[in-house]
């Protein structure tokens, strides 16, 4: 499929538009440490986070899964504000694209939708975006296709491959597909042959100035 100028984009948020990785990772340590079963490594945490909490913890937890749902948020919320860290270059790229005029960019993240919002508030970003769509916000959680009907609704513009999902994971990926638009990954390795055999990239783009770089060079001449 030849990529179309986007109408609208949709983010991910954790670790494609903030690094989020070591909040993330302390507050699964204690929450492993308080059910009684070994913690996840960093590098097993950043292979295996893909789910939201509601969709994953019953399966990492059983019957405790509401009281470790309870301690990870607990524990994640003590410290996410003050270790939120932008990737470098995503607020020029944001901004770049709100310059642009008539492109309304979204949030659509597995991360709990109060402490998503929190943290877009505090950088500054909520301002960018018509919607910031966190896990319970809607019926089902990413990839279900519900999130980006929510993320989209009331801007105008459809679900379909003129919308760009950019996402670092293949729950991005699955969900854009499972919602018609176009899956862009972004992430600094490019896709290995086969790793998205259920829902390969459109287009990769290594960083942030890469993909305002993209769109540049896709959407039409302004004017």
């Known amino acids: 499929m030849t990529l179309p ?3 609208a984009i949709l983010f991910d948020w954790d670790n494609t538009l903030v690094d989020s990785w070591g909040v993330i990772h302390h507050a699964l340590t204690v929450t492993f440490e308080a059910m009684g079963q070994r913690p996840w490594t960093l590098e097993e945490a950043r292979q295996r986070v893909r789910k939201s909490a509601r969709d994953s ?3 990492l937890f059983g019957v405790r899964a509401e009281e470790a749902t309870e301690i990870f948020y607990r524990t994640f919320s003590e410290s996410h504000l003050e270790r939120l860290t932008p990737f470098p270059g995503a607020e020029t ?3 770049g694209l709100v310059a642009r005029g008539g492109l309304p960019m979204a949030v659509v993240s597995n991360k709990k939708g109060v402490l998503l919002r929190r943290e877009a508030e505090a950088l500054g970003w ?3 975006f018509v919607a910031v769509v966190g896990a319970t916000d ?3 959680d990413k990839p279900a296709p519900d999130v980006v009907d929510l993320a ?3 801007s105008g513009v459809p679900a ?5 999902f950019v996402g670092d994971t293949d729950i991005d990926l699955l969900c854009a597909r499972n919602s018609g638009c176009s899956a862009i990954l972004l992430r600094e390795t ?3 042959p086969g790793e998205f055999a259920e829902a390969e990239p459109h287009a990769h783009v290594a960083d942030c100035p890469g993909l305002a770089a993209l769109v540049a060079r896709i959407a039409q001449p302004d004017g």
């Open 190 to 192: 490019p896709p290995a």
């Open 160 to 164: 379909g491959p003129a919308v760009w």
């Open 5 to 7: 100028a986007p109408a």
């Open 138 to 140: 809607a019926p089902r």
């Open 93 to 95: 790229m944001l901004e």
């Open 152 to 154: 989209l609704a009331g």
């Open 57 to 59: 913890f019953p399966e």
């Open 126 to 128: 909520d301002r960018h």
